[in-house]
């Protein structure tokens, strides 16, 4: 099965920086999209930000963290990250990493596999 783990969430002041981590294991293609997914509270599922390869790498990131969010993945050591930069309070949220398989669902709440999610805080 596969399995993801998230990491990096914690405290931090508005105006700060923070990265994510998540590590994946439990498969053998390297072809999955991978995502990042929030969910503040009281607040739905907001998609924040995908990375995939179809012939040349893409990323993509939701209009509300695009400039100061940046998506990276090291493939050798099956790891995505978010860099966050320039938090906001609305950027406190329980961040989820997902996989998703080709082929590849337009919603993220079609996303294959998910992690637990890792909690970030912005505030004073």
């Known amino acids: 099965d596969v399995q993801l783990v998230e990491s990096g969430g914690g405290l931090v002041q508005p105006g700060g920086s923070l990265r994510l981590s998540c590590t994946a294991s439990?498969?053998?293609?390297?072809?999955?999209?991978w995502s990042w997914v929030r969910q503040a509270p009281g607040k739905g599922l907001e998609w924040v930000s995908t990375?995939?390869?179809?012939?040349?790498?893409?990323?993509s990131y939701s209009e509300s963290v695009k400039g100061r969010f940046t998506i990276s993945i090291d493939n050798a050591k099956n790891t995505l990250y978010l860099q966050m930069n320039s938090l906001k309070p609305e950027d406190t949220a329980v961040y989820y990493c997902?996989?998703?398989?080709?082929?590849?669902?337009?919603?993220?709440?079609?996303?294959?596999?998910w992690g637990p999610g890792t909690q970030v805080t912005v505030s004073s």
């Open positions: 997902a996989l998703d398989r080709p082929p590849y669902s337009v919603y993220a709440l079609e996303y294959d596999y």
């Open positions: 439990g498969f053998t293609f390297d072809d999955y999209a």
């Open positions: 990375i995939y390869s179809v012939g040349s790498t893409t990323h």
